[in-house]
């Protein structure tokens, strides 16, 4: 970690700046793995019609969101049909409603982007 500091900061006075290494990448394989085969089932089975553009919904959505956030928005989004007290766990909290809010509008503009009409 000090080395990653002394490189950002030898990097910031060379006016370079540290490069954004795994921004759009720093999403597990399974994750990305699930995400596309849930995703092409979605759109009609498994074929190279469906894999192409399920994979790059999840590029999209790594460039919009973190795998933390993914993560969370992702057991929101599918405990949140829990029913009772539990499920309420999962329902109303603010930050639950607000990554799932997050995950759904990311997955719209990735649709948008990367789908054929």
Known sequence: MKIKKQLSIFLTLMG???PQIGTANDYPTQTRVEFVLQCMGAQGGKSYQTLYPCVCMIDRIAQ????DDFSQAQ????LKSTPGERGGLFRDPPQAKALR????????????ACFVK
């Open 101 to 112: 809010n997050r995950l759904k509008a990311a997955k719209e503009k990735a649709k948008m």
């Open 75 to 78: 057991t929101f989004t599918y």
């Open 64 to 67: 919009e969101m973190n795998h």
């Open 16 to 18: 370079i700046g540290m």
